[in-house]
Structures are given as structure tokens and as C-alpha cells.
């Protein structure tokens, strides 16, 4: 694997790193060494994931690397061990000034993401790398517990207790084992996600819970969903030590809400009357088992009281006649709590007595409800903070008090309930916790974080180190058009007050209608909520059969259960032979616009529909852009955004969300449209992500949109070499085995690799250019097939193209005006792809001096070429001189006698015409090194001599054709350097090469060694005289762009490449 040293460390990469990579390790680095914390955005398919491991594991090496340095420096007494390495240079990058002194205190990195699913994915990262750090997985009972007693529990907190339970009266085998198990090489040294884990346990019959803790404490790299990061309790309960490590927040575009939600509460009358249910069921239980004296009845009655006072406190709340409920500081939750007879003296007694109530609930089969978890919480993270207020509104919901005859019916009214709300309105709270917890640096990365600088100060916590990566696409792989006004003309505009009425629903219908015709496979169409997205296919009922009958429409459910159904549904749809594709229909923030993969077909093209802006007259929404102004005018506006500007970067970060759908890797390619008129809005264009905005244009005309994204896909199609195999990054840089296609030009391959193995037993005939070998039969019914040809054109053409294709044909054959024919050729063929075929068949009654120009017109438009060679632009007198000139060119030679025992070089004993054959050799690879020089940089071009010639003397091709794959496909541009390097491969590895030519770049190799070839033929290079020079010693040849030494390879590499079996 290729290593590259990044401010002064030495990174192993799975292969050569596109720029943007390197730029992003580069950060990552300087935030570790420097041990502040860092913001960075690269969009999806730009290997962001892999950055982070590789560049934080070879800094920890490179810690560990410092400490040993330091150890063997104090043993020298200054003398030093490698005299061409000094001390001073181990470990230089890491500027700690207080380094530790023993391996143990090398910091520990810790892997946070949205999900376990997103974590598999990172860890399966992991192990397509060259680093096997120790690794550890966290997760909950729920997922990990495999005793089957406790799994068969409802309730999550039945698990748990019952759980603690068993662990301490160790009456669970699973959990004894673990000791014992702990030390098994198996799975120390493993790299394991949370599936692998649950595997290794049941085969050890050791409990993957209390496993993964005990990993934990050896781990290099501990993953984990990041709630178990933010909130204090999960902090707690996973015993989780963070002083000193490096703290990774993958898919961070998530945090802020998860910091607000995790230090936010709700406690409604449906909690509070199931608690005091909960707690009668104690009660009842209790007086059948009295003599076990297990509860302590009199204090569950006080629990009873103090729950039905805090339900009184809360509905004595007056609130407002405009049902927006009261908003109070949130010291308020002391007042109200005080009422109940919640203190500071009475706390700790009352959470040590729901303790007991869970405990004694968890081993029975009673399914302990979520009010007393709600109210741990509450009572546990009750404090003074200006972030927290307290809310007090009437209960919407459905769920209502529980009608009971007992002692406490009298608590159930007839009136609706209050829910009161403890919300936290600053992400800043938590982040200053997790930093208070003395970790070193902080990293929050994901694709969409833009704007960044609302990003930052909504953490309240610095970030000296900023980074918005671009992509690892080129221009004509992304289209991006914002089409304010429909095809009618109509304004679209998703506005509160435009969005329902009945002119917008049906621009956009006529809009989405249109698009659809043009794009091709999937198609993501987001709404801003779920209202618009129903009121609008409630209004489209009379055109929804026209759409349906370009492309099958799915709507995204809200049922979370059908969900991935519907999905399935809509993947199967794409891949059907049948089909023109789909169209998917979400909303902004839901389940489809994180999380699901809609790389190439699953995803050619985005709509989005309009600004999904959040409620503005919900509560929790109206109270956060208060306390944003609130904070901003206290603050002199240098800490806190604005309450409209969070409103507005919302709005934008959920757009960006679902722009990230499309264009997932290198190869893909897609369409973006922003089909609302707010976004000729400069602010709102310059919130979206930093790859997309150059390439924003206006439309201010539909039909131009249409034609410009219809040019823009068939262009596309044509010219990105697409993957079509789901395969990993590693083997879409450099595949290694691909099937063997099983052909008459392969079979003849490799019955030539035999007769070459078995040592020359052979006649083989050389000849100075392989094309030449073949003979052309000349009684062949050239006009016959010109006859055959235009029937098949009238018979797939309209009476109208078919009577332009023959006016084009008779002007051309006057004129000679090669334009006037392409452009009336190409208008003809080109409407419907099954008639691409007959353009490139054109190819037979283009003149000459036009076929080459003709052939890369048909590959630039159709994605195939006509089979061009050097020779169709020659005159048929020029052709049959050449012939004859080949044919006396060839002679037959024993191998024995010539190959020098099956040597890897000729003898001497060659005629002039292999002498001249040997030096076309060398003077094309002189000229293809030249060009490689002049096509690459510095770096890369380095890399691509040092894989030749380690290639020449070790034969590894794998190693070979990683770097040099790596270096020739950054660009489409490259692509010939690629194609042209087969005349350096040698002939066991030239089918291999063959195929990844074709997989690379769409076409096989030797294109670019032809087009040399004819620009050789009209150079005024005189090749006879070349030969002369090269049989008199070569110096001229040599001073070619050859380095030392690798003469003969570029000799043998041609040479061997034009051997065929007679």
C-alpha cells in the first residue's frame, strides 16, 4: 500500500490519495497534534472515513514511537543508535511537551457515529486497511444479551434490572464465562462490529455485553453510537474514562439536536398516573409476600403522595387562552419541585426508592413503564442552567390517565392534562460537558455541515481547526440548475402562503412530470413536510398516471415498519430490464434523506421542492429562537446566532441533507434541481455545500433546463467510467481479479502464454505490427454490405430522418463537408439509442481523411468508436503498399536458435526490420514517458516511475498497477497514459491488464499506442534512420526520457507485446 508522510508522519493509505484526501488527514493531524478540536466537512464518496483511521492510527503509532524514542535516547546517554536517523527525528510530529512516559497512556481514540449500522460500515473500513489496532465495540443489553430468560423481556428496562440481577446473584453462565473467555486471541485481537461480537459470544458461550467491557479497557479504538459520548447517565452506566483520548464524531450533522434532546425532558399526566399505577402493583404484590418484608410499604406510600402533589403543582399552572402554554427559567423546576416535597434533602432518598421499585419490578413479569425513567432523569440532571427552560402546556396527545377505583382515582379528572417540559435550547451544554471530561481533541466531521460558521457557534466550544473539502468528482459528473418557475411559467414557491395553492401544485406536477422524461433510472424527490408532500399527490391525482408511465412512483411511509419494504420495492424496480427507472417521494429530515445508499442508478437526479423551514409557531421552535436572541443580545452578538439566522440555517442544513443523496463515489454521477424561486436568494445559495455551489446555475427558462440537463446525462453516460459492481474503494481503484471473458481473441491468449511457457519448442513469426499480419479479403461484397446497410436505415428511421440521412449522404459525397454531414448524421441517430449502432456503421462511407475525426465524434457521442486504425486514413493504393511491405517484413525464426533459450531479450542475430521494430519501441516509450512527465505531477509522477521499475525487477503486478491505476485514472484525460502502458506489461499479466483497461476507462488498451503510431507516421522522424542510429550504438535512442538502466525493459515490454502464434 502506498505511504505518504503528512506533517511529518507516515500514513499508510489502500491506495494513492486524491488531493482532497490528502488535505483532510492533514487537518486531522493538525488537530491531534496540536490537541485542539476540529470541524470538517468532505462529502459523501470522498473517503472520508478512511482518512480518519488511517491518519489517527499512524499518529498514535507515531506517539508510541515518541515514547520508545525517549526510552532508547535515556539508555544511550546521548549516543545515538542509527546514525543516519537521529533521536531527535522519532516521534518529532508529535509537539506534546509533556509526553508520557509509558504505552499505556497513549491516547485512546474513540469512534462515534449516528448508528451501529453507520459503525459496521466504518469497521469494515477498518479492515481494509493495513492497521489492526485492538479493537472495541459498545452497545446496549437490548442488542448484545444472548441469555435468553432476560431477551425474552418487553420492556428495555426489564432487560436491564433483570440483567444486574442474575450478574449479581452470578446465575448467568454467559456472564461467569467472561472472565475466563476475556483472554481468548480470538477476540482480543479481532476486529469485530456489534454483529461479529454477538457471533464470537455464542460460539464462547461468553455474554457479549460484559465481553465488550472488558475489551474496552485494552482497545485502541473504542466504537460506539454517540449518545453514549453525550449523555452523562450512558457516560456512567459504560463506565466510560475520557481523560486524554481523541473523541471522533462521524455523522455530526446529527449532534446538535441529540445535545438538545439529551439534556431535554418531557413528563406528561399519562407518565405520572402510570407510575402511580406501577407503584399500586408494588403494593398489591407486597401484601401477598408481607412476611418477605422486600418493600418498604410506608415509603412507597410516600412516594404515591409526592407523585400526586407534583400532578397538582403541575395542573395549578395557569396557562394562556392562546393555548401556546407558559415558558419559565428553568430555576422555575426548583419552585414546582419544592411544592411535591422535592429537595435537596428529600432527592436522594426518593431516587434510591424508585431504584428499589425497578429492582423489585425487574424480576417479575410486569412491564415497567417509561415514567419512572423519565423521572430518574429529570431528578437526576436538575440543576440551575440558563441553557435549560421549563415549558408547561395542555396534553394533545392521545394518551390519557388510566380510570382507576383505587386509593388515587381521585387524581384522575375528567380535564385535559399538562405536560411539563424540561427543554435544554443550547447544544453548547453538552459539548462543554464531554469537554469537561478532559478529553484532548474533539473532531466533528460529516458530509453536509455546512454553513460551518453557524455550525461552530451553535457548539459554544472553540474549533481552531475549519475544513470544507471539495469533491473527488469532475464538472461533467455534477449538473446543478434552480429552476424558479415551472413550465407554465408559473412561480414555484413552496412559501407558508403559496404552498397549497392550486396554481403551485400544479407548476410543480407539470415540473416533475417534465423532469422525469429526461433523467434516467432513479429519482429522489423531496418535500419540505409530510403535509405538503400528501396535499400535493392529493392534487396531482389526474396526472399521476401520465408520470407512472415513464417511471413507477414510491412514497415514503411514515410507518417506520413498511418503510424498508417500500424501499425494497423501489431498488427492485431500478434493476428491472423492464423499467425506466423510479422516482422515490420523501420529505426533508425523514427516514430516506439520511442513511440510505442511492449511489448510480438508485439515484441519477434530486428534486427538491422547496425550503423545509421548521414549524414556526411550535413551541419548543418559537422558544429556541427567543432564547437565541435572548443569549445574542446579552452576549453583544459575538457567541450566538440569531433567532431567524438558526431558523433559516435549519432550513438549509436539511436541504443539504438530501442533496448529499446523490453522486456517493468517485465514478457516480447525478443531477441536483432546486425548484423553488427562494433560491435565487444569494444567502440561501451560499449556505449550500461548498462542492455544489459552483456549479449552481440559473434557469430561467424551463425548456433550457431540459436541454441542458438532456446534453448533460448523455454526455455523462458516455463519459464516466462507471463501477457497475457494487465493489469496495479499494477494489475500484485497483481490482484484482476480474472474470475472464470467454472469447475467441482470449482462448487464443493464453494458448499463446502456453506455447511461450513450454520454452520455444514453436515457430513463432515476428512482425512490426500485428495489424499488418491480418489479410484483408478482397472479394469481399463491399457494396453488398453498403446495400444491406441503408435498408436496415430505412426500416429503422421515420420517412422524414430517413429523407434527411439520404440528402446528407449525396451533399456530403459532393461537397466533402464533413460538419455539414456530422451534425445532420448525428441528429438523425442520436433521438433513439438503439440507433447509436447505425452512426458508428456510417463509419464504411466516411472518406478517409475524415474516418479518424468521425470515430472520436462517435465515441464522444455514443460512448464506442468505429474501430479506427492509422491505416483507414490512408488512400487504398497507400494500404496495399503497406501490406506488401509488412508482408515482406515477417520471418520466420526458431525459437531455440533466437530466443536465447527463452531468455527475456533477443539475440542479435535480427533482421533490419526487427532492428527497426526495436527502435519504434523505444522511441514510443521515450514519447510515452515524455508525455507522462508532462501529464502528471511531481509527486505522482515519482510514484509512477518508482512502480515501473520496482515491477521490472520484482514481477509483483499487483504492486505495480495499484500505483500506476492510481495515478492515470485521477482524471478522464489520463486515461490514454493507461492504456498506452501495456507496452510495458509483460505477457503473463497482459489479460489481466486487458480487462482492467476496460473496467477503468471503457476501452481496451492499445488506443493511445495508435494514435502514437499515426502521429509517427506523419512526424518528420525518419524511422529507417532512427534504426541505423539505434544499431550504431543507440545514443540517441537512450537520451530519449529513458532512465538508467530500464532500456530493455521498454524493449521487451514492446517487443513481447507484438509475438503472435502463425
Known amino acids: ?70 526510552k532508547i535516547a535515556q539508555r544511550m546517554n546521548g549516543v545515538e543508535l542509527f546514525p543516519d536517523r537521529p533521536m531527535a527525528s522519532w516521534g518529532n510530529a508529535a509537539t506534546d511537551a509533556d509526553i508520557p512516559a509509558y504505552y499505556t497512556d497513549v491516547p485512546k481514540i474513540i469512534y462515534a457515529s449516528r448508528t451501529h449500522s453507520q459503525l459496521a460500515q466504518v469497521i469494515s473500513e477498518l479492515k481494509n486497511t493495513v492497521y489492526r489496532p485492538k479493537v472495541c465495540v459498545l452497545g446496549s443489553r437490548e442488542q448484545l444479551c444472548i441469555n435468553p430468560e432476560v431477551k425474552k423481556q418487553e420492556s428495555n428496562h426489564m432487560q436491564i434490572y433483570m440483567c444486574r440481577m442474575k450478574v449479581t446473584s452470578r446465575s448467568c453462565h454467559f456472564y461467569n464465562n467472561v472472565e475466563e473467555k476475556s483472554t481468548e486471541k480470538e477476540l482480543t485481537d479481532s476486529i469485530m462490529d456489534i454483529e461479529d461480537l454477538v457471533k464470537k459470544g455464542n460460539k464462547h458461550r461468553a455474554c457479549p455485553y460484559y465481553l465488550s467491557r472488558s475489551l474496552k479497557q485494552q482497545a485502541d479504538i473504542i466504537f460506539m453510537p454517540y449518545n453514549y459520548l453525550l449523555e452523562s447517565k450512558s457516560r456512567r452506566s459504560h463506565n466510560l474514562d475520557l481523560r486524554g483520548t481523541v473523541v471522533i464524531l462521524d455523522e455530526a450533522h446529527n449532534v446538535e439536536k441529540l445535545c438538545e434532546e439529551s439534556s431535554s425532558f418531557d413528563l406528561t399526566p399519562y407518565d405520572l398516573a402510570s407510575a402511580m399505577d406501577a407503584i399500586n402493583v408494588v403494593l398489591e404484590e407486597q401484601a401477598k409476600v408481607v412476611q418477605q418484608n422486600e418493600i418498604n410499604a410506608e415509603f412507597n406510600m410516600e412516594v404515591t403522595k409526592i407523585l400526586l402533589q407534583l400532578e397538582n403543582a403541575i395542573d395549578a399552572v395557569e396557562l394562556p387562552g392562546n393555548e401556546k402554554g407558559v415558558t419559565k427559567e428553568g430555576s422555575y423546576i426548583f419552585d414546582l419541585f419544592a411544592e411535591a416535597q422535592i429537595t435537596f434533602q428529600t432527592k436522594s432518598s426518593l431516587l434510591e426508592s424508585l431504584e428499589q421499585i425497578l429492582q423489585f419490578l425487574s424480576g417479575r413479569k410486569y412491564k415497567i413503564v417509561t415514567a419512572f425513567s423519565t423521572l430518574l432523569a429529570i431528578w437526576k440532571h436538575v440543576t440551575s442552567l440558563y441553557f435549560l427552560q421549563v415549558h408547561i402546556h395542555l396534553d394533545t396527545s392521545n394518551q390519557r390517565k388510566k380510570q382507576r377505583t383505587d386509593l388515587w382515582s381521585s387524581s384522575v379528572t375528567k380535564t385535559q392534562g399538562k405536560i411539563l417540559s424540561y427543554w435544554c435550547f443550547s447544544p453548547g451544554y453538552s459539548m462543554h460537558e464531554l469537554a469537561r471530561q478532559g478529553v484532548r481533541t474533539i473532531i466533528l466531521t460529516s458530509g453536509t455541515l455546512s454553513p460551518l460558521s453557524s455550525f461552530t457557534m451553535e457548539m459554544q466550544i472553540p474549533f481552531p481547526v475549519c475544513l470544507e473539502n471539495p469533491h473527488v468528482i469532475d464538472k461533467h459528473q455534477i449538473w446543478v440548475g434552480i429552476i424558479p418557475k415551472g413550465p407554465d411559467g408559473a412561480v ?56 407512472e408511465e415513464v417511471k413507477p412512483m414510491f412514497v415514503e411511509p411514515r410507518n417506520k415498519d413498511t418503510f424498508t419494504e417500500v424501499m425494497d420495492a423501489y431498488y427492485d424496480k431500478i434493476v428491472c430490464p423492464k423499467s425506466s427507472g423510479a422516482a422515490f417521494l420523501a420529505v426533508c429530515r425523514g427516514k430516506a434523506s439520511e442513511g440510505l445508499d442511492f449511489a448510480d442508478t438508485n439515484g441519477r437526479g434530486v428534486i427538491i421542492t422547496g425550503l423545509p423551514f421548521p414549524p414556526r409557531m411550535e413551541p419548543r421552535v418559537v422558544l429556541k429562537m427567543d432564547f437565541l436572541d435572548e443569549m445574542r443580545k446579552k452576549s453583544g452578538g459575538a457567541q450566538f446566532l440569531s433567532g431567524r439566522e438558526w431558523y433559516s440555517q435549519q432550513a438549509s442544513r436539511a436541504v443539504n441533507q438530501a442533496i448529499g443523496r446523490v453522486i456517493r463515489h468517485r465514478h457516480d454521477y447525478g443531477a441536483i434541481f432546486l425548484c423553488d424561486n427562494r433560491f435565487l436568494n444569494s444567502d440561501v445559495r451560499g449556505k449550500l455545500p461548498s462542492w455544489v455551489r459552483p456549479y449552481v446555475k440559473v434557469y430561467d427558462n424551463f425548456g433550457h433546463a431540459v436541454r441542458d440537463v438532456s446534453r448533460f446525462f448523455r454526455v455523462a453516460q458516455k463519459i464516466v467510467s462507471v463501477f457497475r459492481k457494487r465493489l469496495n474503494k479499494r477494489d475500484q481503484i485497483y481490482p484484482k481479479n476480474f472474470a475472464k471473458r470467454l472469447s475467441t481473441l482470449s482462448l487464443q491468449y493464453e494458448k499463446r502464454l502456453a506455447d511461450e511457457q513450454k520454452g520455444g519448442k514453436k515457430k513463432i513469426k515476428i512482425v512490426s505490427n500485428p495489424q499488418a499480419g491480418k489479410v484483408t479479403d478482397p472479394t469481399e461484397p463491399k457494396k453488398m454490405r453498403a446495400t444491406s446497410f441503408i435498408a436496415t436505415v430505412k426500416e429503422s428511421l421515420s420517412q422524414l430522418n430517413y429523407d434527411v440521412f439520404s440528402e446528407a449522404l449525396k451533399q456530403y459525397k459532393m461537397t466533402d463537408d464533413f460538419s455539414a454531414m456530422l451534425s445532420q448524421m448525428s441528429g438523425v441517430f442520436l433521438e433513439d439509442q438503439r440507433n447509436h449502432i447505425l452512426l458508428r456503421e456510417f463509419y464504411q462511407f466516411v472518406r478517409p481523411h475524415h474516418k479518424k475525426q468521425f470515430d472520436e465524434a462517435c465515441r464522444s457521442l455514443t460512448g464506442e468508436g468505429c474501430g479506427y486504425k492509422p491505416e483507414h486514413s490512408l488512400q487504398r493504393g497507400e494500404r496495399e503498399m503497406m501490406a506488401k511491405e509488412a508482408e515482406g517484413s515477417s520471418s520466420e525464426l526458431n525459437s531455440e536458435l533466437h530466443l536465447n533459450k527463452g531468455g527475456s531479450h533477443l539475440t542479435s542475430g535480427l533482421s533490419s526490420t526487427n532492428t527497426l521494430s526495436r527502435a519504434t519501441a523505444g522511441l514510443l516509450s521515450s514519447t510515452y514517458l515524455s508525455d507522462v512527465k508532462k501529464s502528471l505531477d511531481r509527486n505522482n509522477y515519482s510514484s509512477f516511475l518508482d512502480a515501473l521499475c520496482t515491477y521490472k525487477k520484482t514481477d509483483n503486478y499487483d504492486a505495480m498497477v495499484a500505483v500506476i491505476a492510481a495515478v492515470t485514472t485521477e482524471k478522464p ?41 499515426q502521429q509517427g507516421a506523419r512526424s518528420p522522424l525518419d524511422l529507417a534512420s532512427v534504426s541505423a542510429k539505434a544499431e550504431n550504438g543507440g545514443t540517441e535512442m537512450k537520451a530519449a526520457s529513458c532512465p538508467p538502466g530500464w532500456e530493455g525493459l521498454f524493449f521487451w515490454g514492446f517487443r513481447n507485446s507484438y509475438l503472435f502464434v502463425p
Not at 486524491?18 to 488527514?25: I, S
Not at 392550486?502 to 418535500?527: A, H, Q, W
Not at 497482459?990 to 492499445?1006: A, M, V, W
Open 492 to 547: 414555484l414557491s413552496s412559501s407558508y402562503d403559496k404552498r397549497f395553492s392550486e396554481e403551485y401544485l400544479s407548476s410543480l406536477g407539470k415540473t416533475i412530470g417534465n423532469l422525469v422524461r429526461v433523467i434516467p433510472d432513479g429519482l429522489l424527490v423531496f418535500f419540505p413536510s409530510y403535509p405538503v408532500m400528501d396535499k400535493s399527490l392529493v392534487h396531482w391525482r389526474v396526472c399521476w398516471s401520465r408520470i
Open 973 to 1013: 484525460e489520463l486515461f490514454h497514459l493507461l492504456q498506452r502502458f501495456h507496452i510495458f506489461i509483460r505477457p503473463h499479466h497482459k489479460e489481466q491488464f486487458r480487462q482492467l483497461c476496460r473496467d477503468l476507462t471503457g476501452t481496451s488498451c492499445g488506443e493511445g499506442e495508435k494514435k502514437l503510431q
Open 1 to 70: 500500500m502506498p505511504k505518504i508522510v503528512l506533517n511529518g508522519i507516515t500514513v499508510d493509505f489502500p491506495f494513492q490519495p486524491y488531493a482532497c484526501q490528502e488535505a483532510y488527514m492533514s487537518r486531522v493531524l493538525d488537530c491531534l497534534q496540536k490537541k485542539v478540536n476540529g470541524i470538517l466537512e468532505s462529502p459523501t464518496g470522498t473517503g472520508k472515513t478512511l482518512c480518519l483511521l488511517c491518519s489517527t492510527l499512524a499518529w498514535r503509532e507515531h506517539f508510541k514511537d515518541t515514547i520508545s524514542a525517549r
